[in-house]
C-alpha cells in the first residue's frame, strides 16, 4: 500500500527557513513524478512545486519561484521542499503526492495519484 508521510513543518517568522520532507513507501518511487500543494483555510489546494521523476525538470508556482527549492533523493525515497523568505502568505497545510505519469510534472490536483496527510506551516509576521 502506497504511503506519503510529510514531516518538517511548524512555525516560522517571517523571512524564516523551513524545510518539508515527504518519505515514501509501497511504491516505486523512482516511477514517480512529485509535487508539493497547499492549502490554506477558505481556499483551494494549490500548485507549489513539481520536481520529474530523475529529478532534472522542477515547476514553480510564480508565488514561490526564488524562494522554495524542490529537489528529491531516489535512494532515499524521499521528496523535500525548501522554503525561504517566508511571509505569511505561505501559511497552509503542506501536502505531497505523486504522480505516476510520463511527461511534464502536472499542475493539477487530480493529475496526482497518491497523497500524503499533509503538515502544517504557519508564518508569524
Known amino acids: 500500500q502506497a504511503q506519503l508521510v510529510e514531516s518538517g513543518g511548524g512555525l516560522a517568522q517571517a523571512g524564516g527557513s523551513l524545510r518539508l520532507s515527504c518519505a515514501a513507501s509501497?511504491?516505486?518511487?523512482?516511477?514517480?513524478?512529485m509535487g508539493w500543494f497547499r492549502q490554506a483555510p477558505g481556499k483551494e489546494r494549490e500548485f507549489v512545486a513539481g520536481?520529474?521523476?530523475?529529478?532534472?525538470?522542477?515547476n514553480y508556482a510564480d508565488s514561490v519561484k526564488g524562494r522554495f527549492t524542490i529537489s528529491r533523493d531516489n535512494a532515499k525515497n524521499t521528496v523535500y521542499l525548501q522554503m525561504n523568505s517566508l511571509k505569511s502568505d505561505d501559511t497552509a497545510v503542506y501536502y505531497c503526492?505523486?504522480?505516476?505519469?510520463?511527461?511534464?510534472?502536472?499542475?493539477?490536483?487530480?493529475?496526482?495519484?497518491?497523497w500524503g496527510q499533509g503538515t502544517q506551516v504557519t508564518v508569524s509576521s
Open positions: 503526492a505523486a504522480d505516476r505519469r510520463l511527461g511534464t510534472v502536472s499542475t493539477r490536483p487530480s493529475d496526482y495519484d497518491y
Open positions: 509501497g511504491l516505486p518511487f523512482g516511477d514517480y513524478g
Open positions: 520536481i520529474s521523476r530523475g529529478g532534472s525538470y522542477t
